[in-house]
């Protein structure tokens, strides 16, 4: 994936399930940008996330609050659509 990745501009995962706290690591590790759309939040598979008060992460809200608590500088926006519409974005 690193070789894959360092070609790239950009980092873009729409609705990319478990992958989601991977590739902002990974974009983040390698100084790109990113946005990602996160939606399922697979509790019993990451049963290890935690907030920062502890508790685990259940619900798209947490799951947001867990993935911009990654990094200071990761912003979130609304997309114009219905649905999982909770884009997060960091631009080193």
Known sequence: AWRLVSGCSIVVGMHPDQAAGSM???????????????CCVY????NRRKLPDGRQVKSVA???????????????SHLDF???????????
């Open 24 to 38: 902002i690591d990974l974009a983040i590790q390698m100084g790109k940008p990113f946005a990602c759309l996160p």
């Open 43 to 46: 509790s019993k598979e990451f």
């Open 62 to 76: 947490d799951l947001i609050a867990f993935l911009k608590a990654k990094d200071p500088m990761i912003r979130s």
């Open 82 to 92: 219905e649905g999982k519409n909770e884009v997060l974005w960091w631009k080193p």
